[in-house]
Structure formats: structure tokens, C-alpha cells
């Protein structure tokens, strides 16, 4: 065992804790009314969040199990120090009032999280009746729905009848949360033997993401031949975006749009038949559920 002086283990048990207290609150403290874009962004990255909800299942994975897993080192390999550190601080009354506060304030930190998510779970359940990343089902008519492409053609849902499609929202001026979207979504595809289905991006920013600069996203999004990107007037966007019930809230300052990281599948109808909000974990599941072209219709339970 690796022998520390005096202090040094109690004193990164202490750094463990402030790491955890900081992290529990960048994913789950109350921002207001209006959330920051920054943290907005932070928020879905790390944890997976929607505006205002709960980190997905890897959000949860990540929150519960790093700190458990610094504990486990910490008592690895200075396991012997920290008992010795925690009895010196039990025999001294000044740092015995000083462990007192600092356990006092966790349970006062632990019940107030534990509201949080309460509330927000609450919330969630109350608005979609389902938590974060678990696809919902539905039929929705999604192919009267036309908007211009990255090669400047009018393009419409209805042009992938015949075949399954998946359809997200970005927009270019983000740099976190959207190309991660893209990402996954092409990764889950690969995974799921799908390149059949092509993936078509609506753009939630028309203001910046006119169809002049769709080719540029096109690329820098590494989208295949037969996927799209699609934006036109803003007022064809926005009464699209509502239409599909996609929630967005647009800064006025800089621009740029706080939206949920949402997911649609659609049949071979031009349906939507599955629905993500806020994590996409199960697109590659969804889609191997999908049936192939021309081999059925609707989606099969997941």
C-alpha cells in the first residue's frame, strides 16, 4: 500500500467531494427561469439533458459512477491514511465541528437535489409520460412536410415513401450538442446494418442556415448521398418545426437556438411511428426494428 503524510488522503477525500458537489450541481441545479445557452449545451453533451429536465441513463451512469469509482481508488491505494486522517479529526473538537458542517451541508445539498429531480421528473412525466430517451410511440403524418436541400431542390418527406427515414433537428452555428447528434445517429445507423435509411437534418436556425450554406453543413456534418439537410423561409421552417412538435427557444442576443436533442423514425408511409427526446441511446434498436424496404409497414415494439 502506498504510505501518504499526514492530511494528503483526508485531503483528497475533500477534493472527491467538491468534484461530486460541482458536477451533481452542473447537471442538475436550478438555473432559472431561462437556462444559459452554455449550459444548456454542457448539459445535453455531458448528461444527455433536455432544457429544464434529467440527464439520461448515461447521464445517471456518469453522475453515480465516477465518484464511486475516485472512492475506490482513494481507498485502494490510501485506504490506511484516510482511517488514520478521519480518527486525528474525530479526537480534535475544532475539526470535529468542521465534519459536522461539512456533512450537514451534503444533506442539505442531497435533499434539495432530491427536490430537483422530483420536480423535474414530475414535469417530464407530466408533459411526454415518459423519461428522457425512451422512444415514444406514435403516427404522425410527416410527409406533406417540404423545405429546399443542400442541392437546392425542393424536397419533401414524401420523397423516401417506400422506405424508413430518420429525421433529426440541428443547427450549423452549434458546436456541442448538434454535430454530437449527427454523429450518434450515423454511428447507430452503421451499427444497425441500416444504410438503406437516410438521415434528413431540419435545420432550427433558417435565420443563419439558409439553403446557400446547407451544402457547407452537409459536409461538415459527413452526411451520405441520400441524406439531407433541409431549411427554407423562416416562416416554412418554423410552422414546420411546430407541426412536428419540435421545442425550441431562440436567443435574440446571439442567435443561436436551445432545443431538445429530438429523434423521429418514420415508416415506409412517411409516418412518424417512434420519438426521441432527449437521448438518442436507442436509435440503432429502433432501427433494427424498422422493417426493410417494401417488407412491411409501421415499426415493430422495440
Same mark, same amino acid.
Given at each position: 500500500m502506498i504510505r501518504s503524510r499526514h492530511g494528503v488522503a483526508s485531503l483528497a477525500l475533500l477534493l472527491i467531494l467538491v468534484i461530486t458537489a460541482a458536477w451533481w450541481a452542473l447537471a442538475l441545479w436550478p438555473a432559472g427561469a431561462v437556462e444559459p445557452t452554455? !449550459? !444548456?449545451r454542457t448539459r445535453a453533451a455531458c448528461f444527455g439533458s433536455v432544457p429544464? +429536465? !434529467?440527464?439520461?441513463?448515461g447521464g445517471w451512469i456518469l453522475l453515480i459512477g465516477e465518484p464511486i469509482g475516485m472512492l475506490g481508488v482513494l481507498l485502494a491505494v490510501w485506504g490506511g491514511s484516510l482511517r488514520d486522517d478521519l480518527r486525528r479529526m474525530r479526537s480534535?473538537?475544532?475539526?470535529?465541528r468542521i465534519m459536522v458542517t461539512v456533512v450537514v451541508a451534503a444533506l442539505v445539498g442531497v435533499a434539495a437535489l432530491g427536490r430537483r429531480v422530483a420536480f423535474a421528473a +414530475? !414535469?417530464?412525466?407530466a408533459a411526454l409520460g415518459t423519461l428522457p430517451g425512451t422512444p415514444t410511440h406514435v403516427d404522425m403524418d410527416a410527409s406533406v412536410f417540404a423545405l429546399i436541400d443542400q442541392q437546392g431542390r425542393r424536397t419533401s418527406l414524401a420523397d423516401f415513401q417506400g422506405r424508413p427515414v430518420l429525421l433529426t433537428f440541428a443547427f450549423g452555428h452549434c458546436t456541442t450538442v448538434c454535430p454530437t447528434i449527427v454523429h450518434d445517429i450515423r454511428i447507430a445507423r452503421a451499427a444497425a446494418g441500416r444504410p438503406d435509411v437516410p438521415l434528413v437534418i431540419i435545420s432550427v436556425d433558417p435565420w443563419r442556415d439558409t439553403p446557400a450554406r446547407l451544402p457547407s453543413l452537409a459536409s461538415e456534418w459527413r452526411l451520405g448521398p441520400e441524406d439531407r439537410v433541409l431549411s427554407g423561409s423562416v416562416e416554412e421552417v418554423e410552422r414546420t418545426l411546430d407541426a412536428l412538435g419540435v421545442g425550441r427557444r431562440r436567443? +435574440?442576443?446571439n442567435g443561436n437556438v436551445d432545443h431538445a436533442g429530438t429523434v423521429m423514425v418514420l415508416d415506409d408511409r412517411g409516418h412518424v411511428v417512434w420519438r426521441l427526446d432527449g437521448g438518442w441511446g436507442r436509435v440503432k434498436e429502433l432501427l433494427a426494428a424498422m422493417p426493410r424496404s417494401g417488407s412491411g409497414n409501421g415499426g415493430q415494439e422495440p
Open positions: 452554455w !449550459l !444548456l429544464g +429536465g !434529467l440527464p439520461d441513463t480534535d473538537r475544532r475539526w470535529r +414530475g !414535469l417530464r412525466t436567443d +435574440g442576443t
